[in-house]
Every structure is written in structure tokens, then in C-alpha cells.
């Protein structure tokens, strides 16, 4: 029996827009599939109700890889691929193998000879290039920055002088650190340099705002943005020439 599919499916971080903001055929073909490798089995549940599956969620087999797949469970995880079925891959929120778990199980897949299809749907880093009004034609993804205040403030300056010859720095942070980033940037930063921060993106409560430094110090004096606890995606750049 030839080996079916493993299909990488985005997920919306409410699952509430669900319906909405993932294209009707990505809805469809996740209708058709009992096989599903997640980060989190119980985002999972949720997002798979949303999403209309006709059968009961129980009744489909739902292995929880984590955020960091153990790579001596990857051929057990893909075994059911390798017999036939269809699978998908399901991060928490987000794009498997973009900055969420997937890459090994994918590059297992490529080895075993197992087809490997992405399909269309909200990516939290390209969302927040968009609407950056960064340029989108030369930017980099840096994942995360150093935790430690002082590793952070030595790195930031190299950041930054990428992001002033014209290399949009995207990053992002674990969200109960958010504001200590944010702050970090403000003191450390040039006043030139744009900062744009994505929060929430897809969410009902979704804001996307781009500023100079400098301006970005007046409104952190007077009404600063609600970072705690909410993704968010960080960039610092130049407006595009």
C-alpha cells in the first residue's frame, strides 16, 4: 500500500475566526483526516471542533508531539503515514515548521518517501511584515533573543544596524516577557529606527502599530501597549526606500 500525505495545516490563534480565516478547501481537507500530530492535544480538540470535523473528537487518534518533538518518537508518529493514511500536523497557533514544531517530522517524511503538503493559512510572522510597512523584500527571522537583560542589550545594537541598511529584523518572545523586550528596545535602540509590534494577530483584539523609537518612548510615558500575555511579533526597520 503506497504511504499517504502529511498534510501542515495553520491554525488560527482564536477559534473563534477559525471558520473564517482559513480557506474553505483547508477546511475541507481537514473534515477528511482522523490522523493528527499537534503540539498540544487539547488546542488541538478545540480546533478541530471549530473547524466542523464530522466525526467525534475522541474517536480520532491524536498524538501530542510537544514543542520540541523527541526525535526516537518520529518514525512511531509517522508509522500510521507510512500504512496509508493521511495525516496532518497542528501547531498551537501558527505555522507547523515556522517557528512551531514540524520541521522533523517533515524532513523524516522527505526521507521516507512520504508526500508532504502545506496549506495556506495565517502565518503570525508574515501577518505582521504585511502591516509592518517594513521591506518585505529583504528580511530576516531571528526566533528568539537572549532572555538575559544584558546578553539582550549587547545584541540589540547588531539588530539594529541590520535593520538601518535595510533588513527587516523580525523576532519574537515568549508573551509574559513582552514588556521586558519592549522596554529593552526603548532604552537600547536608536530613536531613527522603526519598531513595528504585531499583537494578537488574527484575534479579536488583534493591533498592529509601526513607530520611530522616539515616538515609541512618549507613548510608553503616557499609554503605553498592553503586551503582557498576548503574542507578539516584534520588527525593527526602515521604512522601505
Not at 120 to 144: H, K, T
Request: aromatic fraction near 4%; glycine fraction near 6%.
Amino acid at each position: 500500500m503506497p504511504a499517504g500525505t502529511l498534510h501542515l495545516i495553520p491554525v488560527p490563534i482564536a477559534a473563534d475566526t477559525i471558520p473564517t480565516a482559513l480557506p474553505p478547501a483547508v477546511l475541507e481537507r481537514v473534515r477528511t483526516l482522523r490522523v493528527f500530530l499537534v503540539e498540544n492535544a487539547r488546542s488541538a480538540r478545540a480546533f478541530l471542533k471549530a473547524a466542523g470535523h464530522p466525526d467525534p473528537i475522541a474517536s480520532l487518534e491524536i498524538a501530542e508531539i510537544g514543542h520540541a518533538p523527541a526525535p526516537e518518537l518520529v518514525d512511531a508518529w509517522l508509522a500510521p503515514v507510512r500504512a496509508g493514511a493521511d495525516a496532518a500536523v497542528l501547531s498551537e497557533a501558527g505555522c507547523p515548521g515556522v517557528a512551531d514544531p514540524g520541521a522533523t517530522l517533515v524532513a523524516r517524511a522527505h526521507e521516507a518517501g512520504i508526500a508532504v503538503m502545506p496549506w495556506v493559512g495565517p502565518s503570525a510572522i508574515l501577518l505582521a511584515l504585511m502591516g509592518s510597512g517594513m521591506s518585505g523584500q529583504n528580511f530576516r527571522f531571528l526566533g528568539y533573543l537572549p532572555q538575559n537583560r544584558d546578553e539582550l542589550a549587547k545584541r540589540l545594537p547588531a539588530v539594529q544596524r541590520d535593520a538601518l541598511r535595510g533588513e527587516t529584523q523580525i523576532f519574537i518572545e515568549t508573551p509574559y516577557r513582552n514588556q521586558r523586550l519592549f522596554e529593552t528596545i526603548l532604552q537600547t535602540c536608536d530613536p531613527d529606527v522603526t519598531l513595528c509590534l504585531a499583537v494578537d494577530l488574527t484575534g479579536a483584539t488583534q493591533r498592529i502599530a509601526s513607530h520611530r523609537i522616539a515616538r515609541w518612548r512618549k507613548i510608553a510615558a503616557t499609554d503605553p501597549p498592553a503586551l503582557e500575555k498576548r503574542p507578539t511579533v516584534f520588527l525593527l526597520g526602515s521604512e522601505p526606500r
